[in-house]
């Protein structure tokens, strides 16, 4: 088998399996429509209108079939990224694994963490952000139980968790997204915590806890308002697999020998799009870390 025939299927199959397994953001959307992508699609989302419930009076006719009002959205697959590396021939690829472990994990990475913060960037067609803070007045958050201007850990996740509920966004798999701050004052409090299986955490990326009933996650690319910083006006994304789809997809691995050189070329294309189709199960929280 020579090398420019082993490397692109080797490659492609290792980098979307990492790719995939190792996403924050995209691992709490839906990938309902990832199907026959490629770079400039535009898949449609079809949904029905909210149907009618009245009241029944026995005897009469008062039944009225009203038709079913559909909508659409578009989820546009107009992103992408690629990659690119060399392989020196002195290296025999087909028997270092190392080599070729270490290239697709790398890969693999740089595609999570362009995807991830594209999602992450979705903050802005979040529909619930009443009472949630603001750019101008975000909720300064504690460890601390809440006083004064600054809010307590807990009472944080409970408002969000509250404003979710108040929209009628159902209660099953709600998950919440928080920078490493916020992390270390869910452990700085103590709060008391669900219990879940050792196999649950261990195949969900950037689990922290559970509590209130929201998967909490941690992840860097947590995005913040103007004029903030890492620590401050972090724009918070909370709600349910049901809120964003994502579609993504390696489309192209290929290898080219380099000229004047002794090397074989990898690189590859990735292409990909996200939308919020449930605004209306989707808040984002304005908060800033505080002392304590």
Same mark, same amino acid.
């Given at each position: ?95 270092? /694994? ?6 697709? =994990? +790398? @890969? #693999? ?6 995807? $991830? %913060? ?7 067609? /979040? ?6 803070? =603001? +750019? @101008? #007045? ?6 601390? $139980? %809440? ?146």
């Amino acid at each position: 088998m020579s090398l420019m025939n082993f490397i692109p299927e080797l490659w492609s199959a290792k980098i979307q399996m990492n790719a995939q397994k190792n996403l924050v953001y995209a691992g709490v959307c839906n990938t309902d429509y990832e199907s026959d992508l490629a770079y400039g699609n535009r898949i449609k989302i079809s949904s029905i209108g909210a149907i009618t419930v009245s009241d029944y009076v026995p005897g009469t006719s008062s039944l009225t079939y009203a038709p079913l009002q559909a909508s659409s959205l578009w989820l546009d697959v107009n992103q992408q990224k690629e990659f690119d590396f060399a392989v020196d021939d002195i290296h025999k690829v087909q028997a270092n /694994a190392d080599l070729i472990g270490a290239a697709t =994990t +790398d @890969a #693999a990475y740089r595609i999570k963490d362009a995807v $991830d %913060t594209y999602i992450a960037g979705k903050y802005t067609d /979040a529909g619930v952000k009443t009472s949630l803070g =603001t +750019d @101008a #007045a975000p909720l300064t958050v504690t460890s601390a $139980d %809440t006083s004064g201007s600054n809010t307590g850990i807990l009472e944080f996740l409970g408002l969000v968790n509250e404003k979710l509920t108040m929209n009628n966004c159902p209660s099953d798999g709600r998950w919440i997204v928080v920078p490493p701050w916020m992390a270390t004052k869910i452990i700085k409090a103590n709060i008391s915590i669900t219990s879940v299986s050792t196999q649950e955490t261990a195949t969900v990326a950037g689990y922290v806890a559970k509590i209130l009933g929201l998967t909490v996650l941690v992840s860097n690319n947590v995005q913040y308002g103007s004029g903030g910083s890492s620590t401050t006006k972090s724009k918070i994304l909370a709600g349910i697999n049901q809120s964003i789809s994502v579609a993504m997809q390696i489309n192209s691995v290929e290898t080219l020998r380099l000229q004047s050189r002794f090397e074989t070329g990898v690189r590859g294309l990735c292409v990909f799009g996200a939308k919020v189709v449930r605004p209306d199960y989707l808040a984002c929280a304005t908060a800033s870390y505080a002392a304590g």
